[in-house]
Nanobody, 124 residues
């Protein structure tokens, strides 16, 4: 079993930055691909970014490409999501997730483990 815990959410003004962290426990996630998703009220869960187990490959959705950066630290069993240029439409609950393999990474159903989420609110 893997437990994931997100932190770093909060309230920020439009144009500002936030850094989210996700700590893994229970077993190492070094062999898992890790991703970030978000879900706004009344909307489906949305893929944001993913990083391969080695950290050698990253992918982003068009909505956050160029503004968000995903990174992982296997020594600390953790990943981060640096968010810059935040917009009100980025307001959502943000989740980290872990999965085996790196195919079809945009599909939330293939992620085995999920955190409880952290709220990000961007004011205009």
């Amino acid at each position: 079993q893997v437990q994931l815990v997100e932190s770093g959410g909060g309230l920020v003004q439009a144009g500002g930055s936030l850094g989210l962290s996700c700590a893994a426990s229970g077993r190492t996630v070094n062999n898992y691909a890790l991703g970030w998703f978000r879900q706004a009220p009344g909307k489906e869960r949305e893929f944001l970014a993913a990083v391969s187990w080695s950290g050698g490959r990253t992918d982003y959705s068009d909505s956050v490409k160029g503004r968000f950066t995903i990174s992982r630290d296997n020594a600390k069993n953790a990943i981060k999501l640096q968010m810059n240029g935040l917009k009100p439409e980025d307001t959502a609950v943000y989740y980290c997730a872990a999965r085996i393999g790196y195919s079809n990474i945009y599909y939330s159903g293939d992620y085995r483990y999920w955190g409880q989420g952290t709220q990000v609110t961007v004011s205009s």
